[in-house]
Every structure is written in C-alpha cells, then in structure tokens.
C-alpha cells in the first residue's frame, strides 16, 4: 500500500489507433490518480474511452504519450471479454486461478460466497446466464485481496438482487483501503456507492466531481448530463 499518496497515476495520456483511412484518437490527454479508499465512478457515453484507459492501466495497451504509474502488483480486474473457461466448471476455474496466484482454494471459495456464486461450484461456466458470469469474474478479480481495482461495466446484465450484492463487495473492498475504479453506464447505482465522478467525453475528461456535490436537487443524472452537453 502506498500510505496517503495514490495507487494509481495517469498524466496527459493520449492513445491513437490507426483507422483503415485516418487515425482514432481515443484519448486526448487525460490526467487522474487513484487513492486508497476511493471509488471512483467513471462515467460517459459509448465510445468515450473508458475501456482503453483500463486496459492502459493494466498495461494491455501501450500509450501513445503520457506518464501511467501502477504502485501496487495486486491488481484485481474485470474487462469486457471473459477470463474464465466456459468449458471448465467453477470449481475448475477457480482451482486454476487459485494455484496461479498461490491463493488456498478455499478462500477462493470464500470469494466466491460474497458474490452469491458459491453453490455453483460444480456447473459449467458456459451454462451460466450473464449476471452469474459478472459475479463469478468479479469473485475472480478478487482472489489477490487487490489493493487496484478496475471494473469494466461489472453491473451489465445483473438483476437487482445481484447489483445490491456489488455494491455491497464494492463497499467492503473500499474500506478496506482498495483505490477502485468502475465504469458504468449506470448512473443510479453510481450514485450509491461512488465517492467522485470522473466525467469522459471523446477522450477528454470533462469533470472531476467529488461525490459530496451529487445532490437530490443536483442529480448524477443532470450533472451526466450537463457535462456531456445534453
């Protein structure tokens, strides 16, 4: 841990991808720091690059300029594609990621249980509805007890039941000290849990909006909207 400074730094990060006539700039210089205990909801619409600044935080993706520091190895992720074998059972799975990051199986299991996945350790992974999935990648981004944190959209396709119980980790893992940061498109349970909003429009980060400023006269929702011009 990193006392009283950041996990996690990005200073005027560009990425440009090469289109099949003209580049794609999909970041334009964008700067933030993550700190322990924060959770950091970050928030635009598709296409904005909320994905490629994850996976440049995970070093998946190189940079086009800019300065990306990571100060801790115990990252914990859940990106867009999925990471475990559809295949394989759970308890395959787990086992396998288990020995991979030299975690007991049976706090792998113990993951497992806080999201609600642990009675279906013996089912395959491809019979699993995409709520399931969610909650079984995030269990998995969890097994390193991950002082980073970076969620991809984890509330994609949860019922309500199934988004109370991420917050409920999301809340654990902040307090425990864990620096997290989720994008999402989803504004109300943003609200709940977040403590500032990093606002992304067309590579470029519009706001920087700490949580105690999100009111019941001032919306997520309206400041969402103002700062994205609609």
Same mark, same amino acid.
């Given at each position: 841990m990193v006392p009283g400074g950041s996990l996690a730094e990005l200073r005027d990060v560009t990425k440009v991808f090469r289109g099949k006539k003209n580049?794609?700039?999909?970041?334009?210089?964008?700067?933030?720091?993550?700190?322990?205990?924060?959770? /950091?909801?970050? =928030?635009? %619409?598709n296409g904005a690059g909320k994905t490629t600044t994850v996976r440049i935080l995970l070093? *998946?993706?190189? #940079?086009?300029?800019?300065?990306?520091?990571?100060?801790?190895?115990?990252?914990?992720?859940?990106?867009? /594609?999925?990471? =475990?074998? %559809?295949?394989?059972?759970?308890?395959?799975?787990?086992?396998?990621?288990?020995?991979? *990051?030299?975690? #007991?199986?049976?706090?792998?299991?113990?993951?497992?249980?806080?999201?609600?996945?642990?009675?279906?350790?013996?089912?395959?992974v491809e019979t699993f509805s995409l709520g399931m999935k969610k909650?079984?990648?995030?269990?998995?981004? *969890?097994?390193?007890?991950?002082?980073?944190?970076?969620?991809?959209?984890?509330?994609?396709g949860l019922d309500p039941e199934a988004q109370a119980a991420l917050r409920a980790v999301l809340e654990q893992q902040?307090?425990?000290?864990?620096?997290?940061?989720?994008?999402?498109?989803?504004l109300y349970n943003m609200q709940l849990v977040a403590t500032?909003?990093?606002?992304?429009k067309a590579g470029r980060i519009v706001g920087d909006v700490p949580a105690s400023e999100v009111t019941s006269s001032q919306t997520l929702e309206a400041l969402y909207r103002e700062r994205m011009g609609g």
């Open positions: 580049p794609v700039q999909a970041l334009g210089g964008i700067s933030f720091s993550l700190a322990p205990g924060e959770l /950091v909801g970050y =928030l635009g %619409p070093g *998946l993706l190189k #940079p086009s300029s800019g300065t990306v520091m990571v100060r801790t190895q115990r990252v914990g992720f859940v990106l867009d /594609v999925p990471s =475990l074998y %559809p295949q394989l059972s759970l308890r395959d799975n787990f086992r396998f990621y288990a020995r991979l *990051l030299g975690v #007991p199986f049976e706090a792998a299991v113990a993951k497992l249980e806080q999201v609600g996945m642990a009675g279906h350790l013996e089912e395959k909650r079984a990648e995030l269990a998995r981004a *969890l097994l390193n007890e991950p002082e980073l944190l970076l969620l991809d959209e984890p509330a994609s902040r307090a425990a000290g864990a620096a997290i940061l989720v994008t999402s498109h989803d500032r909003f990093l606002f992304l």
